[in-house]
């Protein structure tokens, strides 16, 4: 089956620590996205890719790291700048470029301070 | 700047009860409108998309509308079930439409 994979479902991170979520789809789309959900806030951009070894920063990117080698691969790193990480991270893609095609999500990561 | 707003936050109706939820956008220049159901912990699942040229789209109990003049698209489900409990977004494209403005959502709970 088609779909986009978010791994890991959970995760933990330390201070200073810089960590990695990953997002992989087959279904061959051109863009993706990754959001940032806290809650009552609904879902706010944080980097956006229409093409492979293209990427652009969305409305909250600060402290937020991302790479597009691959058109099926959009991994998202947290760095320590970002000092509120603890929230619900979607990734999200849709078939061709721009925002006027569906959008299609994974099940998320839910990252927490320890 | 589009802001997307969905009111009410939280809504509690028996079960059966036909119901409508409500999205509005402060900038009518849409090209489409999306609704998304999200279960507790999992990522959206996209409903109906409905293209500026249209002005309903329907699948199955779902019926959504849109009004690009008044700035506002409604979520009619029919006779509602506990399994439609969950929350519901809308979203619009913006930003030279390269991005999607997302509504903070409405919680729907259908008590049996």
């Known amino acids: 089956d088609g779909g986009i994979t978010q791994s890991p479902k959970y995760l933990f991170r330390k201070e200073g620590q810089n960590v990695t979520l990953s997002c992989e789809q087959n279904?061959?789309?051109?863009?993706m996205y990754w959001y940032r959900q806290d809650p009552g806030q609904g879902l706010r951009l944080i980097y956006y890719s229409q093409i492979v070894n293209d990427f652009q920063k969305g409305d909250i990117a600060e402290g937020y790291s991302v790479s597009r080698e691959k058109k099926e691969s959009f991994p998202l790193t947290v760095t320590s700048a970002q000092k509120n990480p603890t929230a619900f991270y979607l990734c999200?893609?849709?078939?061709?470029?721009?925002?006027?095609?569906?959008?299609?999500f994974g099940d998320g990561t839910r990252l927490s301070i320890l | 700047k589009q802001e997307v707003t969905q009111i009410p936050a939280a809504l509690s109706v028996p079960e059966g009860e036909n119901l409508v939820l409500n999205c509005s956008f402060t900038?009518?220049?849409?090209?489409?409108l999306q609704w998304f159901r999200q279960d507790p912990g999992k990522g959206l699942t996209s409903l109906l998309l409905?293209?500026?040229?249209?002005r309903e789209q329907t699948s199955g109990r779902l019926n959504a509308s849109l009004d690009k003049s008044s700035g506002r698209s409604t979520l009619y489900i029919a006779a509602s079930q506990p399994g439609d409990s969950a929350t519901y977004l809308c979203a619009v494209p913006s930003g030279g439409y390269q991005k999607v403005t997302f509504g903070t959502g409405t919680k729907l709970q259908v008590i049996p």
């Open positions: 279904l061959n789309h051109d863009a």
């Open positions: 900038d009518s220049a849409i090209y489409n």
């Open positions: 409905i293209q500026s040229s249209q």
């Open positions: 999200a893609s849709s078939i061709g470029q721009g925002a006027l095609q569906p959008q299609h």
